[in-house]
């Protein structure tokens, strides 16, 4: 939806498209949520590039702190788990809050956008809400070309996803892991904060309602 948005800031006044249209483009993406909802999200994003612009040419300031709510991180990992007798290889999804460092982890049996969608579901209910944006790395799932700084072309399944939550996703570097070291530590740590002490289930879902408990526990 930004991406729209910044293409169409760029066109003459006759050029613009309207974001009724932008609107029932994100209906025929999957998009359920309301027109007003859109509409919203567009005000608020032009009003921050208002304040940008108005800024610009103040100095480079790079926050050492976020505001609750502004934003989280998102990163997978591979770990064993113990399911029906078997232990069974699992991609792990992982959410971390920047501010509180809340989080919530999520075993899948593969990465596909069908698990990625299902990661953020759960993680927003178990969190309590959605940040404004999201930190990524350049998955697959996500991004179908990198581009040159922080330019990324996003396959369309992701975008629908985004805009159905309407959040902005920011993405890291190529190989620049510490852009979002928050969850990156989260990895490492639930190695040892969790799946060392992963108990035998008879289900991945048993297993996920296990590991939604530890993790609401290690806040």
């Known amino acids: 939806?930004?991406?729209?948005?910044?293409?169409?800031?760029?066109?003459?006044?006759?050029?613009?498209?309207?974001?009724?249209?932008?609107?029932?483009?994100?209906?025929?993406l999957?998009?359920?949520?309301s027109y007003n909802r859109v509409a919203a999200f567009?005000?608020?994003?032009?009003?921050?590039?208002?304040?940008?612009?108005?800024?610009?040419?103040?100095?480079?300031?790079?926050?050492l702190t976020l505001a609750p709510g502004e934003a989280f991180q998102f990163d997978w990992?591979?770990?064993?788990?113990?399911?029906?007798?078997?232990?069974?290889?699992?991609?792990?999804?992982?959410?971390?809050?920047?501010?509180?460092?809340?989080?919530?982890?999520?075993?899948?049996?593969?990465?596909?956008h069908q698990m990625l969608f299902d990661a953020h579901n759960h993680a927003f209910r178990v969190l309590g809400g959605v940040p404004r944006r999201g930190i990524y790395d350049n998955m697959r799932t996500a991004v179908d070309k990198v581009g040159r700084g922080?330019?990324?072309?996003?396959?369309?399944?992701?975008q629908?996803?985004?805009?159905?939550?309407?959040?902005?996703?920011?993405?890291?570097?190529?190989?620049a892991g510490w852009e979002k070291g928050q969850v990156e530590k989260n990895v490492q740590d639930a190695r040892h904060r969790l799946w060392q002490t992963a108990p035998a289930t008879e289900s991945l879902s048993a297993l996920n309602d296990w590991l939604e408990d530890r993790c609401r526990a290690l806040w």
């Open 77 to 112: 990992s591979e770990d064993d788990a113990v399911i029906g007798g078997m232990r069974v290889e699992q991609q792990v999804a992982h959410t971390k809050l920047s501010y509180s460092r809340a989080f919530i982890i999520r075993a899948y049996r593969i990465q596909t």
């Open 150 to 158: 922080k330019a990324r072309i996003t396959n369309l399944r992701f």
């Open 30 to 33: 999957g998009y359920d949520g």
């Open 1 to 28: 939806m930004t991406a729209w948005l910044k293409r169409e800031a760029g066109r003459s006044r006759k050029q613009k498209g309207t974001l009724r249209q932008l609107y029932l483009d994100l209906v025929a």
């Open 42 to 63: 567009a005000k608020v994003w032009r009003a921050e590039c208002q304040r940008l612009q108005q800024t610009s040419g103040r100095g480079t300031f790079v926050p």
């Open 160 to 175: 629908a996803m985004t805009c159905h939550f309407l959040f902005e996703p920011e993405f890291c570097h190529p190989a």
